[in-house]
């Protein structure tokens, strides 16, 4: 049994079906809540469009079979200690530093341009928890990044495999933050539903009918 909801149905979503698993140490279905985007709980298949996988969730995530829903045009979205996984179903795409992250505020720059020009080029993110997942460097195109003794951290990373896509990020998803935060939680889901529609930002929040900006 799912812990949480489903939220409402939203056909002009095209009727793609979206899975979220189990919350562990985030909750990423709370914000798909606050944007009134339909889900369902992940029950260990793949037959869906999207896969939202929250960080420390008890649910089984196999990484040749997520390997093989993204290389056929399935996007999946990750937090945090679900780096391994991530790392062991596309080991040449993206690689991880270890669970050495701190918890407090980080300043990021938000690289993306699309979400740059809705929010800014700066913004605060808030690590609630400490020793979170660091990225490398890698084929990924990074959307959000920080700066650590002079050198560059990725933060969130996007990269295509196959004819799917991977977001992954360092920081939690949870509907418990700052209006800042929550926003731009909101925003990286509709990132992702947009690539997974092949349509702008802007066209994908039209659509839900959701204000693109503050």
Known sequence: MTEFPPGPNLARLDNRKIYVTRPGFDNIGEILISMNVKFEAFDGSYDCALLFINCGTPDQIIPAALADFVSNGGCVYASDHVDATIASAFPQLLSFGGHQGNPGS?????????????????????????????????????????????????????????????????????????????????????????????????????SLGISMRL
Do not use: C
Not at 115 to 128: A, M, P, S, V
């Open 106 to 206: 980080v300043k990021a720059s938000v690289i993306d341009p699309e979400l740059r020009d809705l929010i800014g080029r700066k913004l605060t993110i808030d690590f609630d928890m400490g020793s979170w997942a660091t990225i490398l460097p890698g084929k990924g195109e990074v959307i959000l990044e920080s700066r650590d003794s002079g050198v560059d951290r990725p933060l969130m990373v996007y990269a295509e495999y196959g004819k799917g896509a991977v977001f992954y990020t360092s920081f939690h998803n949870k509907a418990q933050t700052s209006a800042e935060e929550k926003r731009l939680l909101q925003l990286l889901v509709l990132k992702q539903l947009s690539v997974s529609t092949h349509s702008t930002l802007k066209q994908t929040g039209d």
